[in-house]
């Protein structure tokens, strides 16, 4: 049986045993198991983006995802559970995704103009999962909580040394106090873009969004 | 009797009979009656920034205003009336204090620095009251939603004014798009200090940050 695994498995992170195990696994029920997965946190987050994490119901959340009510209990244990996976599919998608673009690149503005595009192009792109991640994590209690701070750090630290690798470029130095308070305001500024990007009226615009984030940033250091 | 008018009067806003009135009781009594309101709204305010708007009670509330359960609906009518309250107050606190600060002043880069100390003062002086207004003021019902939303347009209407007005200082025209999206970005990082803001590490720091945001932004147009 590999009855919810790949929810429970998540807050212990996995060994090479079980990972192993899982490919194996990836047949057409595994498959499908995720596809219900997939299903499940889009509906939850969606239903927590526009209720709130409180007020939604596992029930309502199972109607969304056309999952009867006790078959949902085959894919998680509480609605804790749901909120840590969206935060950590979010954090997850931003953290593959980066290196990947970066490829070959070498120049630390260049560097920086990705990630803040990157970020820009998923977050708008997934708006309620990381509506969700940015309200509601705080909500979370160990050992998630510590799991999804322990990402976002590792994220944050890779933008606020690329800041301190631009200012090296322009030949200045960026004192510890400085690059704290400018990551914590960009992160202020990024995060809120989901909160007023409208999908009608901004439609293809996150590329001119992203480029006016780079060009605050990059010219303050 | 003039039982809680000082808060019921507020969302319909005050005729000039009313503030007339409300002057003349400017007695004893009507000072203890406003001391026991901030009271229950500073109350209100940190209670709702720990456990959130919707898990605080009425009860909980008054136990820390130190006012007896019946006693504190002598005051308001229900939890929505704090919350719009909270929201109304600190919007004011910024709406009043700003044109104060820029009396005399007329270079409108000033003006903005001068903008984002006074926000920044007053954000990181009212930690939970600003905290609850960013968070839970979309939590709101009508007529109390729009009539914050209309007090949050004017103030970010005058940051937008400053910044075009920045721009043609420096010989350059912002466009509506750009105004609009540095703006949004503006508020995304303005609003998000009291939440990362360390009173132990941070205290005395708010020039400093403030210097910061006024850097980006006055260099961006």
Known sequence: MIK?????????GASTARVAQQSKLKTG???HHDTNVDQIL????????EKSFGLASIREI???????????????????????????????????????????????AEKLRIF?????????????ETKVAVQDTGKLSEPYLSEI???????????????????QAHGNELDRARSRVLTSLFFG????????????????????????IYRLFVNAV
Chains 1, 2 share one sequence.
């Open 149 to 167: 701070r322990a990402l976002e750090r590792h994220y944050s630290m890779i933008f606020r040394t690329l800041l301190v690798e631009v200012a």
């Open 116 to 128: 803040i595009e990157n970020h820009v192009r998923l977050s708008t792109g997934n708006p309620s």
């Open 29 to 31: 029920a595994r498959r």
């Open 42 to 49: 889009g509906s939850a987050a969606s239903l927590f983006a």
């Open 4 to 12: 919810d695994k790949a929810v429970r498995k998540t807050a212990k």
């Open 62 to 108: 199972a109607a969304r995802a056309n999952i009867s009510f006790p078959r949902i209990y085959y894919y998680l244990r509480n609605k804790e559970e749901l909120l840590y996976l969206i935060a950590k599919r979010g954090m997850e998608r931003l953290l593959v995704s980066y290196p990947k673009r970066i490829e070959g690149v070498t120049d630390p």
């Open 189 to 212: 500024a990024l995060n809120s873009v989901p909160t007023w990007f409208d999908h009608a009226r901004d439609a293809g615009r996150q590329q001119p969004i992203a480029a006016e």
